[in-house]
């Protein structure tokens, strides 16, 4: 329950935490604001049509305890450590991940097409991809799925430039083990849910600050200056 004083026309950016597959949200902001009810986890923009004291409430209804599956895209064309790497995720996180295997970076874009992917472990060199062009070429068409890279070479220099270009990890094959996958797995995600919710509450910051009836400053509270 979120109790706070609202004005006429004043937008209000609001989200629940997700709580995990299976919850249904159900929102009343009350009968002074538009919409007054709605469902799902947001953002929601809502517009409040009076001014005083209001209750905005959240409901959330869990519907069993289904778990949460992380979808994986293997992007690997040697078979022996195409074979490595599911083994590996299968022992350290069993039927929490559902893991899809293609062997060209073209296989990759039509499986990313028809499906969504909470992660992308994809080798640099392939088929039909070289090196940092294959980061490259992925974030063009999957912006928002992270990239943990997978590569023969422990080269200090290239895990930058992989970084750079938007990877979120870069593991040496020769070192993988059951722990560092299931953590690298891990952090991927949630370092780009991380980045994705910050990125929706600056929007939310900007269709507030756009939308005031009142002129809004900005003020340093240490320096004083606008």
């Known amino acids: 329950i979120l109790p706070g004083i609202f004005c006429v026309n004043t937008v209000v950016g609001i989200e629940a935490v997700n ?52 979808e994986i895209l293997l992007i690997e064309d040697n078979e022996t450590d195409a074979i490595l790497v ?54 063009g068409i999957a912006a928002n799925i992270p990239i943990a890279v997978l590569s023969f070479r422990d080269d200090e220099k290239l895990a930058i430039q992989v970084i750079k ?18 953590r690298v797995i891990r952090y991927s995600i949630e370092r780009k849910r991380a980045e994705e919710n910050a990125r929706k509450a600056q929007q939310r910051f900007h269709t507030i600050f756009d939308k005031a009836p009142l002129g809004i400053a900005l003020i340093n509270l240490e320096t004083g200056s606008f």
């Open 165 to 182: 270009a938007g990877a979120q990890d870069y593991l040496v094959k020769g070192s993988l083990t059951q722990g560092v996958l299931a």
């Open 19 to 70: 709580a995990g597959s299976g919850a249904v949200y159900n929102w009343d902001f009350g009968p002074s604001a538009s919409p007054s009810k709605t469902v799902g986890i947001g953002p929601h923009d809502v517009v409040f049509n009076s001014c005083g004291n209001m209750t905005l409430s959240l409901e959330v209804t869990l519907n069993g305890c289904t778990e949460i599956v992380s």
């Open 86 to 139: 599911q083994t590996e995720l299968q022992f350290a996180m069993g039927d929490q991940i559902s893991l899809i295997h293609a062997e060209r970076l073209n296989d990759a874009f039509l499986l990313i097409e028809q499906q969504s992917f909470d992660l992308i472990l994809t080798d640099l060199w392939l088929p039909d991809s070289d090196g940092i062009d294959t980061i490259n070429r992925l974030r």
